[in-house]
């Protein structure tokens, strides 16, 4: 079983910034892309940045220039560094990854974590 769990959520006001963190657990060989979703109230879920293995990016054109994903590969973590927040932020963020599990043959599943609040006020 893996166990992706996100952590860093909260109320601030527009402007500001917050880091969402997601630890990853559990029987892992290795993590390949992993990605930060988000979904509004009404709203469907939307992708907003992904990272592979190696380490490239890409970002929603919304969050481009005031959100930074990174990860650390040793601790099985991935971060999201979330700058100039806007009301439109406002969500519930979810850490995902393709994860290679242990076990032989390797297989790769998707995982999802619960989610944490981000609420940016005006």
């Known amino acids: 079983q893996v166990q992706l769990v996100e952590s860093g959520g909260g109320l601030v006001q527009a402007g500001g910034s917050l880091r969402l963190s997601c630890a990853a657990s559990?029987?892992?060989?290795?993590?390949?892309?992993m990605d930060w979703h988000r979904q509004a109230p009404g709203k469907q879920r939307e992708l907003v940045a992904a990272?592979?293995?190696?380490?490239?990016?890409n970002y929603a054109d919304s969050v481009k220039g005031r959100f930074t994903i990174s990860r650390d590969n040793a601790r099985n973590t991935m971060s999201l560094q979330m700058n100039s927040l806007k009301p439109e932020d406002t969500a519930v963020y979810y850490c995902?990854?393709?994860?290679?599990?242990?076990?032989?043959?390797?297989?790769?599943?998707?995982?999802w974590g619960q989610g944490t609040q981000v609420t940016v006020s005006s």
């Open positions: 990272i592979s293995n190696g380490d490239s990016t």
């Open positions: 995902s990854a393709d994860v290679v599990v242990r076990g032989w043959p390797p297989r790769n599943f998707d995982y």
């Open positions: 559990g029987s892992i060989l290795r993590l390949a892309a």
